[in-house]
């Protein structure tokens, strides 16, 4: 099996992976520029995060690697597998979408650097009529990496990409490995429908749906999202 490459979504970090790396022991979960440990200022935009995507694998490994997404870093992951087919062997992409518009209300709150920001995503990441209790450990986690990005100002700036970011379709078309899409059934924040458009485009495309399921696919549904990227790879 080629390495797993992590890429965290919109103000979260490498931590969000945290029962991916336990399962997959070789898994490399990278930190943005401007999230968790990295000391570099964060991006602007979704083709530069690529870029330095591209860097960072290209440092640890000459082999191809399979790289995952979730979120905004399911975006990044999806150009990076676009402009450098010798480097990508398997591309899944978690709570994606074609196009991922932010809530005009959420990004004035970013801009201002103002803790309601956090609550929102926090709140929109869950599934309504969530059918078990909220597991607070990893939601009080996502709302303390939220918050943290608030007030670096690094969540403006990944959800400014986010929204302007119009290439994925054509992106897809680029792609020329294997994609599985992993999908929140009640994800209000990338619905599944709004991933269709990338499943068409893409080469060769698999789709899994998550019951149940909200946004923060990686820590609410570890299990689901764990076995179904084991049998892509082992596919």
């Known amino acids: 099996m080629d390495r797993l490459v992590l890429i965290h979504g919109a103000g979260l970090d490498s931590t969000s992976w945290h029962l ?39 440092k640890v490994t000459s082999s191809p690697v399979a790289l995952v997404g979730h979120s905004m870093g399911s975006l990044i992951a999806l150009e990076t597998a676009a402009r450098n087919t010798d480097l ?25 650097r103002d803790p309601a920001a956090a609550a929102l995503v926090t709140k929109w990441s869950l599934p309504k009529d969530m059918p078990f209790g909220r ?11 939220l918050a943290v990005s608030v007030k670096s100002g690094a969540m403006e700036r990944d959800f400014t990409a986010c ?11 680029k792609v020329r490995c294997p994609a599985l899409l992993i999908l929140g059934e009640k994800d209000v924040m990338t619905r599944p429908k709004a991933a269709q458009p990338l499943a068409v485009a893409l080469a060769d495309a698999r789709i899994v749906v998550v019951p149940n399921a909200g946004h923060m696919l990686p820590l609410e549904r570890p299990d689901e999202v764990n076995e179904a990227i084991a049998l892509f790879q082992a596919g």
């Not at 964060?42 to 860097?55: G, P």
């Not at 979408?97 to 801009?111: E, F, G, K, S, Y």
């Open 20 to 58: 991916q790396t336990k399962y997959f022991k070789q898994a490399l979960a990278l930190d943005l520029p401007g999230h968790g440990s990295s000391r570099d200022p964060a991006l602007d935009s979704v083709s530069a995060y690529a870029d330095w995507v591209t860097a960072q694998i290209r």
């Open 88 to 112: 990508v062997s398997r591309l899944v992409l978690i709570s994606t979408a074609a196009q991922m518009p932010v809530n005009p209300d959420l990004l004035t709150a970013a801009a201002a």
């Open 163 to 173: 929204n302007n970011y119009s290439d994925a379709v054509m992106m897809a078309k």
């Open 135 to 145: 597991p607070k450990s990893w939601v009080t986690s996502i709302s303390d990496r």
